[in-house]
């Protein structure tokens, strides 16, 4: 009798799904920097008064105002500028027995740079400094956000304060009452100006 | 000798090959692959951005994912959510805003709190410290709907049936408005995590 033997085999292979997964996710962290900034905004760009020619003194104070945001600690100086002929900007602050002032020049007929460092030589001949007037700095004044209050720093002729994160008002209010010994029959009529500057650079 | 032939014969035929007509049957090895999903993370330079402080615009921003699959949208759904740090800690950092996505960026130094969170998801955010909320902007190459997954508001898309891909989600420059403050957004890192999530579907 004949054999014949039948071999069938049939193999699966199933392997199971479950904790198979290598990464089913991945998380990624996206940044951005925002550097330390501060703006400053002017509230008026152009203050004005009048001067009595007899006494020289201002019909009304100056209260220059700016506006600081900071998002961060900033120091901030301020400064003045008087133009003088031939020479273009100069500094306008000066301190005199304690009190700083400011120097207004001649719009049209610029004060010589002779006629300014003068005044802030503290000479008193009204002779010698033609065409620039000088007031006094009644205050500088912060309120809001603010680290360190304004300082006169003498070498360099700048008020010198510091802010932190938030909003601060700076408030400098120029006295009427003129400095006597820069104000003559010398000073022409006519417009006289100056610069006050903030700033959060030294330059 | 002829019992030796004869024994020789018989183990010849019990030796012999099948031409004496054995059965024959197939032996079928049947091997099921899985479905199987990788995800994983591409670093670029677009992963870091600088904001202009004075606006608030960044100058590009984007999260970016490789995702290896065999599987196609009707075995996974893929989900992008956004989470940012508070001082409550880790929170949603996605919101939507008249059907738009966007997503909060919180500074890493300064955590902002849930009350900043609050303000700037009400829909007319102004007082949000530390906190900025930029687009999320839609990605053209797959279809996305932005609804909840699993209780969170994510960013859901459909691979389309590719297999090896890559899917950014890019952050939109402009910051939404009332969100970025100079005066309240302390200087520093903003940052948010963008994290991509493959699941089976049951």
């Known amino acids: 009798m004949k054999k014949t033997k039948i071999l069938a085999s049939m193999l699966v292979l199933a392997a199971t799904c479950s904790g198979a997964y290598a990464d089913n996710y991945a998380r990624q962290t996206i940044q951005a920097y925002l550097p330390a900034y501060v703006n400053i905004k002017v509230e008026d760009c152009m203050l004005k008064s009048n001067i009595n020619a007899e006494t020289g003194n201002l019909t009304e104070a100056f209260n220059s105002v700016f506006k600081i945001s900071s998002n961060d600690n900033i120091d901030l100086y301020l400064r003045a500028e008087t133009m003088a002929e ?19 020049g001649h719009t049209g007929v610029r004060p010589t740079a002779t006629a300014i460092e003068n005044i802030r030589q503290g000479n008193t001949d009204p002779e010698q400094n033609q065409n ?39 408030t400098t209010t120029i006295s009427a009452n003129v400095d006597k010994t820069t104000y003559s029959y010398n000073d022409k009529s006519g417009n006289y100006e100056a610069y006050i500057i903030l700033t959060d650079t030294t330059t | 000798m002829k019992s030796n032939f004869i024994i020789f014969l018989f183990l010849s035929i019990i030796s012999a090959p099948a031409c004496f007509g054995a059965a024959v049957r197939e032996s079928v090895l049947t091997v099921i692959v899985p479905c199987a999903a990788s995800v994983n993370t591409i670093t670029s330079s677009g992963n870091n ?9 960044h100058n590009g921003l984007e999260a ?61 955010a102004q007082n949000n410290k530390n906190m900025i909320a930029y687009p999320v902007l839609k990605n053209p190459e797959f279809d996305t709907s932005y609804q909840k997954y699993n209780g969170i508001l994510s ?17 939109g420059n402009t910051p939404l408005a009332g969100t970025y403050s100079i005066s309240d957004d302390s200087s520093g890192m903003y940052e948010a995590a963008i994290t991509l999530n493959i699941y089976r579907k049951p």
């Open chain 2, 49 to 57: 951005s600088s904001i202009n402080p004075e606006t608030g615009v």
């Open chain 1, 86 to 104: 031939n020479v273009g900007a100069v500094n306008g602050f000066y301190k005199k027995n304690g009190t700083v002032y400011i120097i207004l």
């Open chain 1, 132 to 170: 620039a007037i000088a007031y006094p700095v009644s205050s500088v004044k912060l309120t809001g956000n603010f680290t360190k209050e304004p300082v006169f720093v003498d070498d360099k002729a700048r008020y010198e304060f510091s802010v932190k994160q938030g909003e601060t008002t700076a």
């Open chain 2, 155 to 171: 960013c859901i898309f459909k691979s389309r049936g590719k297999q090896n891909f890559n899917i950014s989600q890019r952050i």
């Open chain 2, 64 to 124: 970016i994912f490789n995702v290896k699959t065999n599987g196609d949208d009707s075995t996974y759904d893929f989900v992008l959510s956004g989470s940012v740090n508070t001082t409550s800690g880790e929170t949603n950092g996605y919101f939507l805003k008249n059907g738009d996505l966007y997503l909060i960026l919180a500074n890493k130094e300064y955590l902002p709190d849930m009350a900043a969170l609050s303000d700037i998801t009400s829909g007319s």
